[in-house]
């Protein structure tokens, strides 16, 4: 009796193991597919599910920024979790950001997880469109656009 409900133990962590493995190779064929139709910028390897979360958890600072950018250039790619999330590293890009394509790169979807690492969107990275977006891309015009 024992050792019949060890052998079903056995073939149902056999089984979750299998489905398992199904469904992560699946999620990584998805996920190349995807990434070929869209023309996205170079980054760090991205995990499926989590994406880039595990690499570089909420430490979203300067200076890993910096790091990641030395690596995949001045324009690069991370995901957190499903989303895209294109990082610009340079002033001259950062500037055709938000002066010229503005209106088309200013609004963000919302999120549970980003609201958490956010403060319920109110940075300058996530914030949706509308007056916000606009007080705060005054505010970082004049230290990084500026010879002040």
Do not use: C
């Amino acid at each position: 009796m024992g050792s019949e409900v060890l052998a079903q133990g056995s073939a149902l962590l056999e089984k979750s193991l299998i489905a398992l493995l199904v469904v992560v190779v699946g999620a990584v064929l998805v996920n190349k597919l995807r990434g070929r139709k869209l023309k996205l910028p170079p980054g760090p390897f991205a995990l499926p599910i989590f994406g880039n979360w595990l690499q570089v958890g909420d430490d979203l600072n300067h200076r890993n920024l910096s790091d990641l950018a030395k690596k995949y250039g001045k324009i690069f790619l991370l995901k957190m979790g499903q989303r895209n999330l294109v990082v610009v590293s340079s002033p001259d890009l950062a500037k055709e950001v938000l002066h010229t394509q503005g209106v088309e790169f200013g609004s963000r979807t919302r999120n549970v997880v980003f609201d958490i690492f956010t403060g319920k969107g109110q940075d300058m990275v996530f914030t949706v469109y509308g007056d916000h977006w606009r007080k705060m891309r005054r505010i970082m015009t004049v230290p990084f656009f500026t010879n002040k």
